[in-house]
């Protein structure tokens, strides 16, 4: 395997998916060019690149395509396996990173989705509902995996905490347009300060978008949503 | 040096291809003490994945059959965020999810390795692995489940059925020239899709359009180890016929 092939990432700088390879290669101080898609608009290149799920990120590393943000960031980590490890050594940390990992793409990424755009209040309040459910539980993992370190990942970023930190920028918006606070210092004090030690980090800060930003992205996105929607 | 294999595994009823005793085949010496045990249910096929792991790589392990509709206190202790089978618990440490079990075996026992060497080819493993849970499994479950809608998700589950066979790419198993991560985690599709298609009238695997998934799925079910820990067809229709009216009253 030649690390030495040129690394490209497409993606998106809105996309909590798409900062996830970005970070695991700053991590391992490995040099790519981002590849930027359109929001609404994926581009031949994309369709090309990932024709099963047409769905960023992608990360391309010489002659390979590799999909899927969570399986690009455990193959940079295998890859450039000398740098700082992103996943833990030890097989039992590594099962109990991937399975709160997918925890937050199969529970709470669904539920912060729905709390946003569910239609109907109804729908929105049972997706915060459960967006607080999975922090409570996210909570306690932080507790049990950092064993009083910064991170999950323990001293060192790690693949739990790109998984969930990624979602930061958007639960900001998700507390901006609902009025509440989801990370707290009563309920989550933990998480607080994970987060502020999350967005902090140079492999983080240059590719975290600015809550401001993002809100426009969401009021875009409702707008093409509209207007791709069926005449009622 | 003398070697023989021990495998304990205790069961209660229902799992008949499991029986209560001691099977003897080869003994590791000097193997640590280990105890693993996998709590399961006899008809779940993400249970019977963690089987064929384990008995791929020859673990010890005992069997601990869950009544689902009376989850344990043992069951909700170990797995109190999803409160599902299958988990393996190793040296008292509990792990959810089947396919993570099934990394975290071949990452502890390195003999008959499940996952590949080389990083690119894990991903493509992981990444078809996910596809058929997300995109086929997940069908054929809405295939069975949802009254009206049944030939509409079929037909969704054979696009996406015809797409995982690509991954086959020419080799006798998912895996190449032996059994792998992607042919354990598919493998349950080849005795699954065939009752749903009898229970719910769809075709799923399609002789016409998917005839190499075919031939894997008939190699694959044939293997000794993997054949040994199917459960009765039999069981598993009457079983499933049972599942299938209490889904399909649910979603009316």
């Known amino acids: 395997m030649a690390k030495s092939e040129a690394v490209k990432v497409v993606g998106a700088w809105s996309s909590p998916f798409a900062m996830r390879p970005l970070i695991a290669l700053k991590i391992k101080s490995v040099e790519y060019e981002c590849l930027e898609e359109e929001i609404g608009c994926k581009s031949k290149f994309l369709l090309k690149s990932n024709p099963i799920h047409k769905k960023i990120p992608v990360l391309i590393h010489g002659d390979k395509l590799v999909c899927e943000s969570l399986i690009i960031v455990e193959y940079i980590d295998e890859v450039w396996s000398s740098a700082p490890s992103i996943l833990p050594s030890d097989p039992y940390d590594r099962a109990i990173a991937k399975f709160w990992a997918a925890f937050v793409d199969d529970k709470f990424y669904p539920s912060m989705k729905e709390s946003n755009t569910g239609v109907g209040e109804e729908a929105k309040k049972a997706g915060l509902e459960k967006m607080v459910d999975g922090l409570a539980l996210l909570e306690d993992a932080y507790v049990k995996c950092s064993k009083g370190k910064p991170f999950f990942g323990g001293n060192q970023l790690g693949y739990l905490d790109i998984a969930l930190g990624c979602f930061l920028g958007w639960l900001r918006v998700t507390e901006k347009s609902l009025q509440t606070k989801l990370l707290d210092e009563a309920k989550t004090p933990g998480l607080v300060n994970w987060a502020e030690s999350f967005c902090a980090h140079p492999a983080v800060k240059d590719v975290m978008p600015q809550t401001d930003q993002l809100i426009e992205v969401s009021k875009t996105v409702a707008k093409l949503r509209a207007a791709s929607a069926p005449p009622k | ?243 299938h009216k209490i889904l399909t009253v649910a979603s009316t």
């Not at chain 2, 299958?86 to 040296?91: E, G, R, S, T, W």
């Not at chain 2, 086929?136 to 030939?151: D, V």
């Not at chain 2, 694959?220 to 009765?232: C, D, G, H, T, Y």
Request: include cysteine; proline fraction near 5%; aromatic fraction near 12%.
């Open chain 2, 1 to 243: 040096m003398m070697r023989r294999r021990v495998e304990i595994v205790c069961s209660h009823a229902y799992y008949s291809c499991i029986k209560i005793g001691i099977y003897t085949t080869w003994w590791k010496a000097g193997m640590a003490e280990e105890s693993v045990k996998l709590l399961g249910y006899w008809a779940s096929p993400f249970a019977l994945r963690v089987h064929w792991a384990l008995k791929l790589k020859g673990v010890l392990y005992e069997y601990m059959e869950e009544d689902l509709p009376n989850k344990s206190t043992l069951l909700l202790r170990y797995n109190p965020v999803h409160k599902k089978i299958p988990v393996l618990v190793h040296n008292d440490k509990p792990l959810a999810e089947s396919l993570l079990i099934i990394e975290y075996i071949d990452e502890v026992w390195k003999q008959n390795p499940l996952l590949p060497d080389d990083p690119y080819e894990r991903a493509k493993a992981r990444f078809w692995v996910k596809f058929f849970d997300e995109k086929c499994a997940s069908e054929i479950m809405a295939a069975f489940s949802s009254k009206g809608k049944e030939q509409e998700k079929a037909a969704i589950a054979r696009e996406n059925l015809k797409t995982l066979e690509s991954a086959l790419q020419g080799k006798p198993f998912f895996g190449g020239e032996t059994i792998g991560f992607l042919d354990i985690a598919v493998g349950w599709i080849g005795i699954w899709a065939r009752i749903v298609e009898e229970i719910v009238d769809v075709n799923l695997i399609d002789a016409e359009t998917m005839p190499l998934l075919i031939d894997w799925s008939k190699k694959f079910l044939e293997v000794p180890i993997i054949k040994a820990s199917i459960p009765p067809w039999d069981k598993l229709l009457e079983h499933n016929k049972g599942f």
